[in-house]
């Protein structure tokens, strides 16, 4: 399969065409993990955080840059980095003047994502 033949979610959750979001997991089948490709716009936030109870996650930025927020700590990303977040740490993108573009590999239990709407503002106070 073609990753960019999955559907872009982005769409169904209002955030097109500022991102583009497609999910593997229930398309390859996949039992105990799943990916994504995810890319966001020059300079674009994205407008909430997540984290995972039991599912470890690693992204790959495939081009672009821009920083990772992990429980308040910022750090910058760049083409070809690898970030490993743990279980229950809650993260954000912010995509830099050249877009973000990643992968998302997850490990672990399945379906434990807990949406964080307030999570900049928790992170800037």
Not at 30 to 51: C, E, I
Not at 69 to 96: H, I, N, S
């Amino acid at each position: 399969m073609n990753i960019k033949e999955l559907e872009d979610q982005a769409v169904k959750f209002g955030l097109s065409p500022n991102v583009e979001a497609r999910f593997g997991r229930k398309a390859t089948d996949a039992k105990q993990g799943g990916f994504s490709y995810q890319k966001l716009v020059p300079n674009f936030r994205q407008p909430f955080g997540h984290r995972h109870e039991g599912q470890e996650e690693f992204y790959v930025v495939l081009s672009g840059g821009g920083t990772i927020t992990l429980e308040g700590e910022t750090r910058p990303l760049r083409q070809w980095d690898v970030v490993r977040v743990a279980p229950k740490v809650a993260r954000g993108f912010e995509a830099g003047p050249d877009g973000l573009e990643f992968l998302a590999f997850g490990a672990g239990e399945t379906g434990d994502a807990e949406v964080l709407e307030s999570f900049w503002e928790d992170v800037v106070g």
